[in-house]
């Protein structure tokens, strides 16, 4: 079963897909990124460099693709691999290895390793969370009967709330007795006159 080969326009569409997304630093950049994004809109596209998944799929076709050139010039089938499939790889190589960690950044070139996102920040919510555990336990609930009150309010499994109690429990604690001395210290003293 042989693979489909890519001919010469595709190879040079899928590299510009691959194409790191970086500020352009000289005439021949700023002409390139133009004439492509004119090219993508004649074909009724988005410019290159918007869809990961895409990306990383355009990286395995050109990497499959070399390799089989590879083996094809090995063989002595082929005079000379592709120059345009031989130019990318050489700038994936010169960018790969001029980042910091080599090794992640071709990990994430391959799709092997993603760039960290966003982490949800849920501090409110488990502040909330852990107060209402200590509202109930202040309101003569047990332990276990807070967590699970309080578990299915919120509709978490019963050792969530438990880990969001262990970690919030001392902070909101100390807060709320820091409140309770504050009020103490408003009232009127009763002095002697």
Known sequence: MSKRRLNTEETADLLATVRWQQPAHDADDLL?????????ARLGGKP???????????VNLLV???????AEYKRKERAEIDPLLLQGIKE????????????????RF????????????NTERHRD????????????AKFEKAI?????EYGLEVDTVKKIYGRWRKELRADRALKFFEKKDKRPSKSPR
Request: glycine letters at 10%; proline letters at 3%.
């Open 32 to 40: 390139w990124l133009k004439a492509r994004k004119v090219q993508k």
């Open 148 to 152: 699970e009150s309080v578990a299915t």
């Open 129 to 140: 969370i852990a107060l209402a555990v200590i509202e109930e336990m202040d309101g003569g």
């Open 48 to 58: 290159s460099g918007g869809n990961e998944s895409r990306r990383i799929e355009a």
């Open 110 to 121: 391959l799709g092997k390793k993603q760039k960290p996102g966003k982490r949800a920040t």
């Open 64 to 70: 499959s693709e070399y390799q089989l050139q590879v």
């Open 92 to 107: 994936w190589g010169l960018y790969i290895f001029a980042q910091e960690n080599p090794e992640i950044a071709l990990a």
